[in-house]
Nanobody, 123 residues
Framework: QLQLVESGGCLVQPGGSLRLSCAHS????????IGWFRQAPGKEREGVSY????????GFADSVKGRFAISRDTSKNMVFLQMNSLKSEDTAIYYC????????????????WGPGTQVTVSS
């Protein structure tokens, strides 16, 4: 069973930056992709970014392009989401998830999920 745990969420002011971390159990990167998702109150869960196993490519939602970056440290089994120029609309619970196969921004494709970490952007 693949396990994931997010950390790093907190209260941050608009315009600020935050880095979220996802610690995952060991797996073969050639077979799995990691995605970041978020869910705001009253809204559906949406894809934010992914790191694809098949070719090492990354993807981002239009709403975060140019502001967010995804990276990984395979030696520590960690994936990171660097979030810059944060806006109030970025407030949500952020989840990391894993799936076998190529990366996707569709939550339904992911089988393994962390419990989430709260990010609140407010002055």
């Amino acid at each position: 069973q693949l396990q994931l745990v997010e950390s790093g969420g907190c209260l941050v002011q608009p315009g600020g930056s935050l880095r979220l971390s996802c610690a995952h159990s060991e797996f073969t990167w050639a077979y799995y992709s990691i995605g970041w998702f978020r869910q705001a109150p009253g809204k559906e869960r949406e894809g934010v970014s992914y790191f694809s196993s098949s070719d090492g490519t990354t993807g981002f939602a239009d709403s975060v392009k140019g502001r967010f970056a995804i990276s990984r440290d395979t030696s520590k089994n960690m994936v990171f989401l660097q979030m810059n120029s944060l806006k109030s609309e970025d407030t949500a619970i952020y989840y990391c998830a894993a799936r076998r196969g190529a990366g996707s921004l569709s939550p339904g494709w992911y089988a393994y999920w962390g419990p989430g970490t709260q990010v609140t952007v407010s002055s």
